[in-house]
């Protein structure tokens, strides 16, 4: 997969629990011995103390207050957040999310890449379903959904019981207007579980809903989004 543009490693927004240098020294001497901005999320090396340390702090201490920073339109310091955990973890689920929903949705400008995140992400470790369902939620966010129905078919391979994947391909499915693979994916999705009605409701309103005897009358509550990400898109 080609990178769309380089992202620039900037100076790190640092904040963790110890003060001064030692935090510094911490994360300094860590990202030197477990090869910095090269860890994967999913497989952190947290059996030792420091390892765990590391992944705590840089996710305890970065990760909400990127988000709040999202949500109170402070670009600049979101962004400063999700990097720094992505340089650490570059397929961290939730700062990818964030970048993505930054990027693409809130701050639009030439300062916040997301793309060549996701390159570094797939690169890190290409096995991980998850991963490509937020590369396709982040392609979806960017109009082009038929590059994000290969994304959420990879991640159906690497796990065909992803509600997720199965939802928001249903979802791409239906931009591009192919009813019926949508209703296909859109069935799978509820009879795995899948908590929102709302691809099932786009489908009722282009009268191309057509459930299946496995198909529960209601969306399931009993659901749960993928961990440490976000829960597929929702449908307007």
């Not at 110890?18 to 001497?29: A, E, F, R």
């Not at 590391?54 to 402070?74: I, M, R």
């Not at 209601?218 to 961990?227: H, M, N, W």
Request: proline share 6%; net charge positive; aromatic share 10%.
């Amino acid at each position: 997969m080609k990178s769309h543009r380089i992202s620039l490693i900037r100076k790190p927004y640092l904040k963790c629990r110890l003060t001064g240098l030692l935090c510094v020294s911490l994360l300094l001497h860590l990202g030197v011995t477990y090869g910095q901005v090269n860890l994967d999320y999913y497989n952190p090396g947290t059996g030792s103390n420091e390892a765990t340390a590391l992944f705590k702090n840089v996710h305890s201490y970065h990760l909400q207050p990127g988000l709040d920073a999202l949500n109170k339109g402070n670009w600049k310091a979101a962004r400063d957040n999700f990097e720094f955990i992505l340089n650490y973890y570059p397929n961290s689920p939730q700062a990818l999310n964030g970048m993505s929903e930054l990027c693409v949705i809130k701050w639009k400008s030439p300062l916040c890449d997301a793309d060549s995140w996701f390159d570094r992400a797939i690169a890190r470790n290409d096995s991980v379903a998850t991963t490509w369902v937020l590369y396709g939620i982040h392609l979806q966010r960017k109009k082009l959904p038929r590059e994000a129905v290969q994304q959420f078919e990879r991640a159906i391979t690497l796990d065909p019981g992803s509600i997720n994947a199965h939802y928001n391909l249903g979802l791409a499915y239906f931009d591009l207007k192919n009813y019926d693979k949508a209703n296909q994916e859109a069935q799978k999705s509820y009879a795995l579980g899948a908590p929102l009605p709302g691809l099932r409701d786009k489908l009722v309103r282009a009268g191309a809903w057509k459930p299946s005897e496995s198909t529960p009358a209601e969306p399931s509550a009993r659901a749960t989004p993928l961990k440490n990400a976000p829960s597929a898109r929702t449908a307007n």
